[in-house]
C-alpha cells in the first residue's frame, strides 16, 4: 500500500475508532433524559427501517470515495470535519446521557423482525445528537461542495434520512436537529481547518 494512502486508510479507521465509542455507550449507560417534544407524534412506519439500514453502505462507499479519489485539499477538509463531528457526537453522549423510549413491535415480517434487531443491537441510549443525522448532513455538505450540481440529491437524501430515523421510532424531533448541528459545525470545522492549514504553508514558503 502507497505510504499517502495508508495514511489516508488509517485517519478514516481513527475517526470511525471514536465513533465506535457509540456502541458501548449506547448499551451500557443508565440514566439521562428522554429529549421527547410534544410534537413527537411520528408513527411507526417499519418500510422506513430500509432507508434507515442502506445508509451504512452509503457511509461506506462515500468514505471509499474520499480515501481513494479526492484531492489533498478535499481530503484534509473531509477528515478534520469527521474528526470534529464524531468527537463531539461522542463526547455529548458520555456528558449528557439521552435516550428513546423504543416502539413495541408487533408482527414478525421482515421489516419489523430487521427493526427489532437495530433495536437491540444498537441499544436505546445516545438518542441527542443522531448519529445518523450528522454523519449524513455532514457527507451530503462535503459533497455538495464538491458537486454542486447534485444539489437536490444531496438534500433528498437529508429528508429521507431524517424522516427513517422518526418513523422507526430510532429518534425525536430534537435529535435529529441536535444532529443536522452536530454536522453542519463539524463541516465548518473542517473548512476553518483547510484554511489555516493553506494560510501556514503560504507564510512557510514565503519564510523559506
Not at 11 to 19: M, T
Request: proline residues 5%.
Amino acid at each position: 500500500m502507497e505510504p499517502l494512502l495508508k495514511k489516508r486508510v488509517l485517519l478514516v479507521l481513527g475517526a470511525l475508532l471514536i465513533q465506535s465509542i457509540y456502541m458501548p455507550t449506547s448499551l451500557f449507560i443508565k440514566g439521562g433524559i428522554a429529549p421527547k417534544l410534544p410534537i413527537d407524534v411520528f408513527p411507526l412506519w417499519t418500510v422506513w427501517v430500509i432507508p434507515y439500514v442502506l445508509c451504512y453502505p452509503l457511509w461506506a462507499t462515500a468514505l471509499v470515495w474520499l480515501i481513494l479519489k479526492t484531492d489533498e485539499c478535499m481530503f484534509r477538509k473531509a477528515i478534520a470535519a469527521l474528526f470534529f463531528t464524531c468527537s463531539l457526537g461522542v463526547s455529548i453522549y458520555v456528558l449528557f446521557p439521552t435516550y428513546v423510549v423504543q416502539p413495541e413491535l408487533q408482527g414478525s415480517d421482515i421489516l419489523t423482525r430487521l427493526l427489532r434487531v437495530i433495536q437491540v443491537a444498537g441499544g436505546d441510549h445516545d438518542a441527542l445528537p443522531s448519529a445518523h443525522i450528522y454523519a449524513t448532513i455532514l457527507l451530503a455538505l462535503l459533497y455538495n461542495d464538491w458537486y454542486p450540481r447534485l444539489q437536490g440529491l444531496w438534500l433528498s437524501l437529508v429528508v429521507i434520512v431524517s424522516l427513517s430515523t422518526l418513523f422507526t421510532g430510532q429518534h425525536y424531533l430534537a435529535d435529529v436537529l441536535a444532529g443536522y448541528l452536530t454536522g453542519w459545525l463539524g463541516y465548518r470545522f473542517g473548512l476553518q481547518w483547510d484554511r489555516l492549514n493553506a494560510k501556514f504553508k503560504h507564510r512557510k514558503i514565503l519564510h523559506a
